[in-house]
């Protein structure tokens, strides 16, 4: 069953990359894959990121009404919308817009889909970013406020990142090296010949 469910879900995320409609429905149909996960082979990729980024708005909307949650983050804490905005996908910046998905979030460097689109020279989706992410951050308050429920964390990336940040060398190493230097004080350099004499 378990080897069944990995064929499947390798024949969703090839599905989608190539924008197989009728393919996606199918498999989505028989119901023995979760349209949520995450490809360790192409950096923790999800079917919907790999809509965002082919710009397969129809898969895309099928993906969501399937379940697909935009708020699952790569690696490095992309999301659908990072892709969206880097390959110029205004569209799709729209349908995950409409879906109430974070288009604000950052990734584990603290690029926003906006910052991706400016970096890529995506103007398109800037100026619809620049317009979206204070609705989007709007939407967010009033939910709070109302006490509705929100998809917006992905917990799998959230133990990620913390293992990221602590593989990091932190600022802290480096002033600990050198107040151990200070204290030290400068290191002799002499050759053992020298001291005997």
């Not at 399937?66 to 690696?75: K, Q, S």
């Not at 879906?99 to 950052?106: K, M």
């Amino acid at each position: 069953m378990e080897s069944t469910k990995m064929s499947d879900m390798t024949k969703l995320h090839q599905a989608v990359a190539v924008g197989d409609y009728s393919l996606v429905k199918k498999i989505l149909k028989k119901g023995l894959c979760d349209p949520n996960y995450k490809d360790v082979d192409w950096n923790d990729r999800t079917p919907l990121h790999w809509a965002a980024i082919k710009g397969h708005v129809e898969v895309m909307q099928l993906l969501i009404d399937n379940g697909a949650r935009p708020c699952l983050v790569t690696d490095v804490g992309w999301t659908p919308a990072h892709f969206a905005a880097e390959s110029g996908h205004v569209s799709v910046l729209k349908i995950l817009h409409a879906s109430h998905a974070a288009i604000d979030a950052p990734d584990f460097f603290g690029d926003t889909p906006k910052r991706i689109a400016q970096i890529y020279g995506q103007t398109a989706c800037v100026a619809f970013l620049e317009k979206a992410e204070p609705e989007c951050q709007d939407h967010r308050r009033t939910a709070r406020q109302k006490g509705l429920p929100l998809d917006q964390r992905d917990e799998d990336w959230d133990a990620k990142k913390r293992e990221l940040e602590l593989s990091l060398p932190s600022s802290n190493q480096k002033t600990n090296k050198k107040k151990i230097k200070k204290i030290r004080g400068p290191t002799r350099l002499s050759h053992p010949k020298e001291r005997r004499m």
